[in-house]
């Protein structure tokens, strides 16, 4: 009679699936003795029998050669999956550290551009301290008042195109990001429908 190899090596795999590699090679060894034996041994009055006894060993075999190069295959696969899984989290933690970073250089040069702005507006709309006693001294307090809101107003401008900058920098780090996540699941999913092993022997 005989049996269901494949269904027998999935009932052994669910029961034990830490012993399913050594359940297989067992298998193995004893269809190879089987067939050692028949070899051997040759009884002339029972040989189309035997033929087909050997045959169906020989299927066997191959299924059971299929299953274990199938079960490594899956377990490298498994390894090397789980490897680049890791890999792939600690490069996206330090991508997110490092847009962190920048976002946070962001604010600060913008909040650094908003004060030297703020600071600006204040001197332009304030009166300048000093400036009864400075006019009696051939104008030079208005100058340096004039340089000092010129100097706030040129930094403010120097610290938003920085920041424009950092915040461009993030915003295609960004989308760089976006693109080669979106290209990972389309490979992702193309190497799970092409994970198979093809076997002859």
Not at 47 to 71: M, W
Not at 98 to 108: I, N, W
Not at 110 to 130: F, H, Y
Request: charge should be positive.
């Amino acid at each position: 009679m005989a049996i269901d190899q494949n269904g027998l090596n999935s009932l052994l795999a669910a029961f034990t699936p830490y012993n399913n590699m050594t359940a297989l090679r067992e298998q193995r060894a004893n269809l190879l003795r089987r067939l050692q034996q028949s070899t051997e041994v040759g009884k002339p009055d029972n040989v189309l029998h035997q033929e087909g006894d050997r045959k169906s060993d020989l299927r066997q075999l191959a299924a059971v050669d299929q299953q274990i190069a199938q079960t490594m295959y899956d377990e490298v696969a498994g390894r090397l999956e789980e490897e680049r899984l890791k890999r792939e989290a600690a490069l996206a933690r330090k991508e997110r550290d490092k847009e962190r970073a920048l976002a946070r250089h962001e604010r600060f040069l913008e909040n650094r551009s908003m004060s030297k702005l703020l600071s600006a507006a204040g001197r332009t709309t304030a009166e300048p301290r000093g400036l009864y006693s400075n006019s009696l001294s051939n104008g030079q307090g208005d100058k340096s008042y004039t340089s000092d809101v010129e100097r706030d107003v040129q930094e403010s401008v120097q610290y938003g195109i920085a920041a424009a900058e950092v915040a461009s920098r993030r915003k295609n780090a960004e989308s760089k990001a976006q693109v080669e996540e979106s290209g990972q699941r389309h490979r992702t999913v193309h190497r799970k429908k092409n994970k198979s092993v093809n076997i002859t022997v």
